[in-house]
């Protein structure tokens, strides 16, 4: 069983976000062989066509490690019905400059957490579109669209009994949608 490297994108930037806490809950629920690692997406400089020619370091940086993971999780909080500009901007600092867009043939997986009724569905939906115009391999089911409540964790940070199996499925899910994604590079 090989191992895969796991590039996680948590578009909220909050210490107290809701999605790094799903995203750190649904690590724990992934096999061994999948070594997650949360990539900075907050100290990218907004992307400028202006600097295509001479790519700040911090954006090289952040291409590196886009080349250097196999896939990736993007959990997505929702903004005005839409995906948060720091995510966004990261996937354009990915995508450029023209010609070197290391999201490319890249398995992805979205998810997203939310304390109101539909989750993340809107953003989910604008992310996915997204994506796809940079050729990213998206898992498209199950979808998720996760609505917080009082009782979605454990103190210990686990996802409470409600919701557990559900995600548990999921990551089954990604698991074998990444295996498989890999597997046809």
Known sequence: ???????????????????????????????????????????????????????PAAAKSFKQAIAETDAFLMVTPEYNRSVPSVLKNAIDTGSRPWGQNSWAGKPVAIIGASIGPCGTAIAQGHLRASLACLQMRQMNLPEAYITITDDFYNADGTIGVRTAGFLKTWMESFVSSVTKEVAKA
């Not at 069983?1 to 809950?25: D, F, P, Q, T």
């Not at 724990?28 to 600097?51: H, Q, R, T």
Request: net charge neutral.
């Open 1 to 55: 069983m090989g191992k895969y490297k796991i590039g996680v994108l948590v578009g909220s930037l909050s210490k107290n976000s809701i999605n790094r806490k799903l995203a750190e809950a649904l690590v724990k629920l992934a096999p061994e062989n999948f070594e997650f690692k949360f990539l900075d997406i907050g100290s990218l400089p907004v992307y400028n066509y202006d600097n295509d020619g001479d790519i």
